[in-house]
T-cell receptor
Framework: NAGVTQTPKFRVLKTGQSMTLLCAQD?????MYWYRQDPGMGLRLIHY???????AKGEVPDGYNVSRLKKQNFLLGLESAAPSQTSVYFC?????????????FGEGSRLTVL | GENVEQHPSTLSVQEGDSAVIKCTYS??????FPWYKQELGKRPQLIID?????GEKKDQRIAVTLNKTAKHFSLHITETQPEDSAVYFC???????????????FGQGTILTVHP
């Protein structure tokens, strides 16, 4: 099992460019999440999904879109990147039953917007 | 929504000492409180968690205590070792079910440094 895999690991964008981060999990988990991590601010939830075809906003959704067309994949899109979106992005997944509550994180994707 | 405050932001101890990290939460309905450890450049990983029907939980050198009345919970690490050096995050959620879907709200993180 690869667990949770994120691509790309690193990316540098110019302001206004667009990109998509891909998260893939092979654990058959129902729930998937996108967090961003900034120094001194912990992990903040951007968007999440409770199953294939569903998405919902988290704490800091502005400037991001997501899609979950397949159960194993959760995509995070930036339509017009801004310097404020420079961050480390973590995808995570969780099973629904039995629900232990544990989140399984990917390795992270470091995004720099110039 | 839920708000989680974590203190201290940095903690430096000598090897063998104990370390304590404290968190407070705002939503009295929260019932699940995990702690994650993130080593430098790595992904966060669950180290221990506690549910609201329990006041304390131990796992070898780490323990978590919960005071629901005061809405705070703490991580205790005894006999610290250099490999305990990492960033520790507390979190709170309503668990699964309802509209929360187990969404975790994280604290700001504590950088723990254990000096040999």
């Amino acid at each position: 099992n690869a667990g949770v895999t994120q691509t790309p690991k690193f990316r540098v964008l110019k302001t206004g460019q667009s990109m998509t981060l891909l998260c893939a999990q092979d654990m058959n988990h129902e729930y998937m999440y996108w967090y961003r991590q900034d120094p001194g601010m912990g992990l903040r939830l951007i968007h999440y999904s409770v199953g294939e075809g569903t998405t919902a906003k988290g704490e800091v959704p502005d400037g991001y879109n997501v899609s979950r067309l397949k159960k194993q994949n959760f995509l995070l899109g930036l339509e017009s990147a801004a310097p404020s979106q420079t961050s480390v992005y973590f995808c995570a997944s969780r099973r629904d039953y039995p629900n232990t509550g544990e989140l399984f994180f990917g390795e992270g994707s470091r995004l720099t917007v110039l | 929504g839920e708000n989680v405050e974590q203190h201290p932001s940095t903690l430096s101890v000598q090897e063998g000492d104990s370390a304590v990290i404290k968190c407070t939460y705002s939503d009295s309905a929260s019932n699940y409180f995990p702690w994650y450890k993130q080593e430098l450049g790595k992904r966060p990983q669950l180290i221990i968690d506690i549910r609201s029907n329990v006041g304390e939980k131990k796992d070898q050198r780490i323990a978590v205590t919960l005071n629901k009345t005061a809405k705070h919970f703490s991580l205790h690490i005894t006999e610290t070792q250099p490999e305990d050096s990492a960033v520790y995050f507390c979190a709170a959620s309503l668990g699964a079910g309802g509209t929360s879907y187990g969404k975790l709200t994280f604290g700001q993180g504590t950088i723990l440094t254990v000096h040999p």
